[in-house]
DNA sequence: CTGAAAGCGCTTACAG
DNA sequence: CTGAAAGCGCTTACAG
């Protein structure tokens, strides 16, 4: 039975550096040159082995490939959210599929590890180590110890977001969330509101903190006061946005603009304000974050910051491979954009 | 340097079999079998084994196995669908965080692979082959070749609903979707409903088929005519169903009830309803499908048709890991539930 | 039940 | 620029 012909399995057995080396007439050595970046092979020869690859329809081996080299030539996209927030938060589809997009621009596979549990984070920590070269990790909680358990295990990350308490030693990829949220109260202030409220993000995040310290500083900038009746936390869901409506709307009735610090939440604002019988914008103008596809679905269609989601995650890559390549880890912060519709 | 110290990179190097069986007194062959399963291994030497590996943290070199085993323990997660239905339809994420989860209780890591346009699809069916034991499909336009393709080229292969025209010989997993759909209409009927329209999915897809097909059915055996005026085609989105309700109250404006096939549809049609002054249930109950988050973020919240996808994406790793294991293709269907809230 | 040995497909100094 | 050779960490007949 020759080499490429069927085998018992109705799997044919494919042909490796060896097959290619006789077609081309070379030793396996120079083949593997060429694959490799073709350095020190004669022109000839790359041209050899380049028609014997066409020919035999090779591709490498990468288990044989790994075993040698160490490296897996593989990433994880490791999401530390509990169950809901996945489902619901449209933001994890983007980014999810922006990632897997740029890596296989690389010719790098992703794999999704899913952590809602304290075993299945051990689990996935055990796997990755020695597994995977590198991992994408989406975790918001201050109380997360895995990108700590990473970067001491020496294994190179890059986080969607500043993980808390990190320092500088672990990279990231954020937008300008301060900046976003400065855009959004300047432009409500600009739009004639003076009694411009908050529903602020987690505090243990740093993206809710920084949010809420753009809206604060913008108000000062603005000559506003800064009433604390006007800032209510929430939890970037969208129950949790209506709730902090009905509350804000019993503490502060003469509200007239609300930024809210994610979309998910300003749809639940929305419904919490027609439920109250405010109209929008024109009672009450209602400003969001993310333009993630729920500012879309929203009614009215919200008015938002985007999030760079595109670059957030070829940033995340970009950065992860170079930091797997032997780069020191760099922290990336993008632009955001104000996008008007019809809520404010 | 001892092969446990830090070597320059920072990375330890790990223990191999080597290491194990000189701990164990025993030879590499031995310690394999234990890792195999431990068959023709002496209760002393499994003992021994087996505290050798606790002791130096040993954990199998995937990359060697599989050279020499020729399979690579993973599975691909393909997703053929466009962009903008992955963003928008809260299915997707259960039925992928269902497999992920499904798999890693098995050690089994799940490559995600996105194929939103051709050349995407290329490069994926060349990664699958060779790569990856096997194919978890998601996809459900009539055209996709690539259930054909996989099939034909050996890849054990499990789809999320029958794939179109490929008869049994590919093994899939669905819910019982006339079934699902007879159970709705006939509490619509049951409720008093008599002039019974729907929002038929997508009539390329075999859900979107299947479920009018129950409606027809149902209409039949409750004695109502079947009326062309009351069936409008969608598409699975939320804009679509808002545009179906539209065209169906124009020509049926004596509707009672509408039966969506999708709850991100039936959505949009309570959107639809609303801006026409139609109040749900009272004038018009819309029961919808799926019971995916979407069910409950709608207002007034949506009964609806329970696709039990926590067995469904369970189902498809079950049979997935059986046929990767030598098991013949199987179609497994599942039945579903009628979920009763407040919009029918 | 066990060990010695071959071999999976590749990469990489090494010597020329 | 090139080939011969060692070796990555494992599994699996084979002989005992």
């Not at 672990?170 to 300047?186: E, N, P, T, W």
């Not at 969001?288 to 919200?302: H, K, M, N, T, V």
Request: proline share 6%; charged share 25%; with cysteine.
């Amino acid at each position: 039975m020759s080499r490429t012909e069927q085998n018992g399995t109705g799997r044919r057995r494919p042909p490796t550096i060896h097959d290619v080396a006789r077609e081309a007439g070379v030793s396996r050595g120079t083949v593997s040159r060429v694959l490799n970046g073709g350095h020190n092979v004669s022109p000839s020869a790359l041209d050899a082995v380049q028609s014997a690859i066409h020919k035999t329809g090779y591709t490498v081996n990468r288990h044989a490939r790994s075993l040698i080299t160490g490296r897996s030539d593989s990433v994880a996209f490791l999401l530390t959210e509990p169950q809901e927030r996945f489902f619901e938060d449209p933001n994890f589809n983007v980014l999810l599929r922006g990632c897997t997009t740029a890596l296989a621009a690389h010719d790098v596979p992703l794999l999704l590890m899913i952590a809602g549990t304290e075993a299945e984070r051990r689990r996935n920590m055990r796997y990755i180590a020695g597994h995977v070269d590198g991992v994408l990790l989406v975790s918001s909680h201050s109380g997360d110890p895995v990108a700590a358990q990473l970067h001491d295990a020496g294994v190179p990350l890059v986080a969607c977001g500043k993980p808390p308490g990190q320092g500088s030693k672990v990279s990231y990829v954020a937008a300008d969330d301060l900046g976003g949220a400065r855009d959004m109260v300047r432009y409500l202030y600009e739009s004639g509101r003076r009694r411009i409220a908050t529903v602020a993000g987690p505090l243990d995040t740093p993206g809710g903190v920084e949010r809420l310290a753009g809206y604060r500083a913008t108000l000062a900038e603005c000559g506003l006061p800064y009433d604390e009746a006007l800032v209510v936390p929430g939890d970037y869901s969208r129950a949790g946005g209506e709730a902090a409506a009905s509350l804000l709307l019993e503490r502060a009735p003469d509200v007239d603009a609300v930024f809210v610090a994610s979309d998910l939440m300003a749809q639940g604002v929305l419904t919490a304000l027609e439920k109250a019988g405010r109209r929008v914008p024109q009672d009450i103008a209602v400003g969001g974050f993310d333009d993630s596809p729920a500012a879309l679905a929203a009614r009215p269609e919200l008015t938002t910051v985007r999030q760079p989601w595109d670059r957030i995650s070829s940033e995340m890559v970009r950065v992860l491979l170079a930091q797997i390549g032997g780069e020191d880890p760099a922290a990336v912060i993008l632009p955001t954009e104000l996008v008007r519709r019809d809520s404010a």
